[in-house]
């Protein structure tokens, strides 16, 4: 048996899941607890721009009850660190390329030092931009995805929650516009990532205006939402189809049945043993 990641929140104590109305309720104690501590460790989190396209369920595969979920610090661990690994390894690396490309240096944003969020005074949305071109008021968002999603990427659209992300990031930023700089990587580079050679890889800008009056509209219907999930306590439904992962996360009752699930979803491929 592996040892599981650590959980604090479990199923029958901190909340129950009502699978008549596909919902789940958080426990009095723990819904209050989480009003009295709003944008500290223990109350309900802010929005990011990653939870901003589940929000609005930009496409088939976003869910407002993950969304949910985060806000109230249910969400699932990651299972499979390696996509992360990469974007950590190979963002500074990108982030010089753009700087050569653009003749400045960017402004860089710590994630200890700035706590996940550069914009502590907003009460509601947060987040961590990668970089600012502070001259031409540009933030720049990283991102590494599979060499197989490049035609879609430039014939069609890069992933529209990764635009909405960006955007609110300009906005709360005072910023006119972002661009979005994708490296486009080999399967095996996600075994290794710190041993890939950027220069051989396709690197592509994507560059977008600021679009006020959606990002504003964007902004308000986060807020309602946000302001109505957080007061009474109660989550949007679930889709079975696509939350059935956090589904099943969040049916466990105690450790014992968290190790359980953990071992079971290692067997089937879905998660990596933790490293002690």
């Not at 990427?153 to 635009?163: A, C, E, L, V």
Request: proline share 4%; glycine share 4%; with cysteine.
């Amino acid at each position: 048996m592996y040892k599981a990641p650590i959980r604090k929140y479990y199923n029958e104590s901190e909340y129950f899941i009502d699978k008549i109305n596909k919902k789940i309720i958080l426990d009095s104690k723990f819904h209050n607890k989480l009003l009295l501590n709003k944008r500290k460790p223990f109350g309900y989190k802010k929005i990011t721009g990653t939870a901003l396209g589940d929000i609005l369920m930009v496409d088939s595969f976003k869910s407002e009850f993950a969304a949910y979920a985060r806000l109230c610090g249910l969400q699932m661990p990651i299972l499979d660190p390696k996509y992360i690994n990469a974007g950590v390894i190979l963002e500074p690396k990108i982030l010089e390329k753009v700087e050569q490309s653009l003749g400045e240096k960017l402004k860089r944003f710590n994630a200890q030092e700035y706590q996940y969020d550069y914009f502590k005074e907003n009460e509601i949305f947060g987040g961590l931009p990668d970089g600012y071109a502070e001259s031409r008021k540009k933030i720049i968002e990283i991102k590494t995805t599979n060499e197989k999603n490049y035609e879609y990427w430039t014939t069609k659209n890069i992933p529209i929650g990764y635009i909405k992300q960006a955007q609110l990031y300009t906005y709360l930023m005072g910023a006119k516009t972002f661009s979005i700089v994708a490296i486009f990587l080999k399967n095996e580079d996600y075994d290794d990532p710190s041993l890939v050679d950027v220069d051989k890889r396709i690197i592509k800008n994507f560059d977008f205006p600021l679009n006020v009056n959606q990002v504003q509209d964007d902004m308000e219907k986060a807020k309602e939402w946000y302001e109505k999930y957080t007061k009474t306590g109660y989550s949007p439904q679930y889709n079975e189809s696509i939350d059935s992962d956090l589904l099943e996360y969040l049916e466990c009752k105690n450790s014992s049945e968290w190790e359980n699930l953990f071992n079971k979803w290692i067997s089937l491929g879905k998660a990596t043993p933790i490293n002690d």
